[in-house]
């Protein structure tokens, strides 16, 4: 054996050979015990149960029939969730103390920096208010995972369950894919004109053959709906499975390593479902790590930051790889090339021409977490066909968003990777945990109970979301098969012998630099339910202390109520929140509810020959109440508006001329406030340039059409490059007669349409682009003539 390969002393080899010693745990490590088991569940369930910011209202409702069962987590539940997670947070801390470890202050105060500036940002409108509640929420969690990864047992049960988590999400993968996809397209095919109908979309408009084109594709997507997002939870589990794997394998033997092997096989098997291109380039430059982890196990004379410098290489390779593609690859010239890598750069260039334009005010607090698209649609590349929410890179996203406080989140999530790198090579270079020497052994009644408690949370969780959803034979296979799954390889995997301190730590550092790698061109830090994920794994990665053998029980010299500061400002900002954020979205969301139920009762009482026009009025008055709980949503505005203009349309039907004026002018009044309270909302300003038009038909007011164009041209200054409101535009110069402004129009319209040819489903219809032909022919003409 070479000395490389050999333990360096003596010494060391007494060392090793130490049994290991049970420190007998006390009071506050079983409290400890009971926390983790809860924030696991919040964290795990985000895997397996959609969470989704808009449910009421998102279509017509009478589209639906009443008593639709909802399968997904809304946002009162995303709300409560975070609220869950910081009182979580601060128990956490508090316990940690109590069990004789510090407070990791320096995480602590970043984090809480960052979340502060969320809770400024909660009253900017709704959007913002759901994004920021999650994210404030999510780095609660990650806080909580960040002390409890410090308890050896603790961080080997978040390991264990992390993992097992790859079977029930491979199992709902292959169902989708074989199973509920091709079911949901026959469905939308049977149902497609009234799924356009609530909607709102005409028949081969661009949002139509987008729709389609998505609902083609057969990608898993998991519970986060996006399969590049689902792709990138998957390749960072399956790492991890890889790094145990090979651990147990060269440990002990081969074959106990399929117990792990067989969940990292299932994870590559979702991964294939995907079709993520990103997750396999993942997978590519976690192989990277792993190797670089065995060659520094190899030998005991290499420094510990061999691992952090290379995973920051690899995280701004990403980057440079993105730059690179621009730079040598070019623009295609059609939309056969490569458009993933060319599109983030596209958003990259959006994103520093927003900050450019952006006030000092406005750089040091963030434009706010849902608040990117707005001002994206105007300083985008003309040539990107892509309206996002996000820059597809998480330090842009936390910086553009949060200002200073993204700032430091984005420090604090690198130096959680590069500690987990320094923790796991001190791990692979330093003398053996002597856990390492206990031969796996068999699971313990008292392990089976712990995991069936963590199972019952989570599955049942599920069940209770989703029970409407799991009644057919293959779902309901699926979801046992799943849970049966994870209950048996957690409780392995945390049975003694099988987990070593070496295995999570490394395991956990290259899980974290793999998500950090590919969300450098991705959104999972961004999403809703991945971000949670996403932030608790790396958390997990940077937690513990350097300088292995050290007394983990230090004692902490501070007073104890000194040590009581940053649990207190975890609670503090858990009651902010409740009072800024979640009881606000309650009651908001619970008026939307109210609504949507009386537009259903009242399209039933309609359809059934009887007068639904009390329910209807029940309807706009749950709509002015959540414009009361959250004056700046303007989805509560633009139903409340559209519901007083059916009225007013209804009366205009039926002759009642002065009470359709009266309704009509109250709407209007309705769409001026709106507008003030939701200012630049390119919906709302829809309507109201929609409104002028319907008052021109029905009231017989053609120069209301004037005020319409003035309105389509406010529009057009926010979105200069939106295809159907240049459209909207050219029509009605063309129906008032201004020809020569009408053919401007239509050729901006046509010139769009061909920049948008990376995508064409972005582009006009064939008889929308044959119309617009044809007029610009005709005024041509017209002008020609009149010369």
Known sequence: MSQSQSVPNAQSAVRAAEPKVEQSLRWPDHVLTVLSLCVLAVVLVQMMVPVLPIIHFDVDPRSESAGTAITVMGPIASAWISVIGMGLSALVMIFHHLAGRKIAW????????????????????????HRSMLWAGAMAIALAGRHLAEHDRLRRLAVASLL?????????????????????????????????????????????????????????????????????????????????????ARQWRATWAMVPGAAVILGLAAIYLTHSKGAVAVLIAGGILCFACWWISRTTERSRLTLPILALLLIVGASLAVVARYEFGGIPKSDKGERSLLFRFQYWQGATRVAGHMSSDTLFWGLGPGQFKQAYVIYKDPLNPEEVTSTHNVFMDQVLSLGIGGLCWSLLLVGWVCKGGQLAGEELTGVPDPHALLSPKGVKDKTIIVV?????????????VQSIALLTPESLLGFTGGAIGFIVLTSVLISDGWLTDSATRTGLFVAA??????????MTFFHEGACIVAMFVVALAGAGHLHRGRDKTEPNEKPFVLRLVLPMLMIALMVMTITRGAKPMTVFQGYLANAASQLQLSHAQNQAGRNGSDAFLN??????????????????????????????????????IS????????????????????????????????????????????????????????????????????LALADLYWEVGRVAEARTMYEKTIKLSDQAYLDPGKQLSEKDRDRCLMRIRKASEKVNAGS
């Open 619 to 656: 309807a706009i008055g749950y709509l002015e109440q959540a414009n009361a709980t959250i004056p700046n949503s303007p989805k509560a505005w633009h139903w409340r508006i559209q519901l007083l203009a059916e009225l007013a349309q209804a009366q205009h039907q039926m002759g009642q």
């Open 452 to 464: 069936c408690a963590l199972a019952l949370m989570l599955f049942g969780w599920r069940f209770t």
């Open 106 to 129: 320096t995480s602590c105060i970043l984090a809480m920096i960052g979340m502060a500036f969320c809770w400024y940002h909660m009253e900017d409108n709704v959007q913002s208010m």
């Open 513 to 522: 630099s793999a998500l950090l790698i590919h969300n450098q061109i991705e």
């Open 659 to 726: 009470r359709a004026t009266q309704m009509f002018t109250h709407a209007e009044a309705l769409s001026a406030k709106a507008m003030e309270a939701c200012p630049k909302n390119l919906t709302i300003m829809r309507q109201k340039a929609n409104l002028q038009l319907l008052a021109a038909r029905w009231f017989d007011e053609p120069g209301r059409k004037f005020n319409a164009i003035s309105a389509w041209s406010e529009i057009i200054l926010l979105n200069p490059y939106g295809l159907s409101d240049h």
């Open 164 to 248: 097992a988590m790859l079977i029930p999400m491979a199992f709902g993968s292959i169902i989708f894919v074989l199973i509920e996809h091709p079911a949901t397209v026959k469905m939308f095919q049977e149902n497609e004109e009234a799924f356009l109908s609530a909607r709102g979309w005409a028949k081969g408009s661009a949002q139509h053959q987008l729709y389609v084109r998505r609902l083609m594709f057969n990608d898993a997507t998991g519970s986060f709906g996006l399969s590049n997002v689902y792709g990138s939870i998957l390749a960072s589990l399956t790492l991890l499975g890889v790094i145990v794997s090979g651990h147990v």
